[in-house]
């Protein structure tokens, strides 16, 4: 289904359990991913709650966003969702930049999450170490010395080819895929530390995480632990940042005894 919301439209799908009562279970993809990543989870779920999922703006087939949003534009546009589709409260199963998502939504609007389920979840920044910072340092100096000489019209051409190198050589793997719209996004999402939300959400938070992820490495996780007043850890042994696809029923039985109590169909 395609609906247009905060002025982007997106696709989304409701997978309805017309004989369930059980909390809706919304969820939240990563950054380069889509609503298809949580087939298998889907499926199985699908007889025990009304399941929603969406494809973020510029990510599978949704717009892009009209101008340069942040987490809190991509979060308005989820909420927004809800309420058009008269859901009132649900649980969230989240990966990696949908958590950024899922950990605005809990912390601004509580009332909103019933349980909360992270798995490689981003939204803490990394602190910089000096290495990094004069990397970033020398992109900016000469991605400014490209734009200055790609005003001077016979080196147009050649300094586009230039930025574009820059971009490839310094920039991260999600960066450079990105459209020249989208970069202005990525920036803002990464810029943003969420890591003072994470006391404000009160919802039961269930973190599960691979123990080789060097996406979003274990100490993030550690560190929601502590952070979020009601959370629990569970760490999956020589797994990375997909650990959710790679330990896929294991993932999804803790997923169901944490919703449900292990209750079946």
């Not at 100096?141 to 050589?169: C, E």
Request: aromatic share 10%; charged share 25%.
């Amino acid at each position: 289904m395609l609906q247009n919301v905060n002025g982007c439209q997106i696709h989304y799908e409701i997978l309805q359990s017309d004989g369930s009562a059980e909390t809706p279970v919304l969820f939240l993809h990563g950054w380069g991913c889509d609503l298809g990543i949580y087939s298998g989870l889907t499926e199985a779920m699908r007889e025990k709650a009304t399941l929603i999922s969406l494809d973020f703006p510029a990510h599978g087939t949704s717009e892009q966003p009209p101008e340069p949003w942040g987490v809190r534009e991509f979060a308005q546009q989820v909420m927004r969702l809800l309420e058009i589709q008269q859901i009132k409260r649900v649980h969230i199963v989240s990966h990696s930049f949908g958590a950024r998502v899922a950990i605005y939504i809990a912390a601004t609007e509580p009332q909103l999450i019933d349980k909360l389920v992270i798995t490689g979840g981003a939204g803490i920044k990394k602190p910089p170490t000096a290495e990094s910072q004069n990397r970033a340092a020398r992109y900016k100096r000469l991605r400014s010395a490209a734009r200055f000489f790609m005003k001077i019209p016979p080196l147009k051409g050649p300094m586009q080819k230039a930025q574009n190198w820059l971009v490839r050589k310094y920039g991260s793997e999600d960066y450079a895929k990105l459209s020249e719209g989208m970069r202005a996004t990525f920036v803002k999402i990464v810029s943003e530390d969420l890591k003072p939300l994470l006391s404000k959400i009160s919802a039961p938070t269930l973190l599960i995480w691979g123990e080789n992820d060097r996406e979003t490495p274990l100490w993030m996780g550690e560190t929601m632990e502590r952070e979020i007043r009601d959370a629990g850890l569970v760490v999956f042994e020589g797994r990375s940042h997909y650990a959710f696809l790679e330990e896929s029923a294991r993932f999804l039985l803790i997923v169901q005894q944490f919703f449900w109590g292990g209750k079946q169909g």
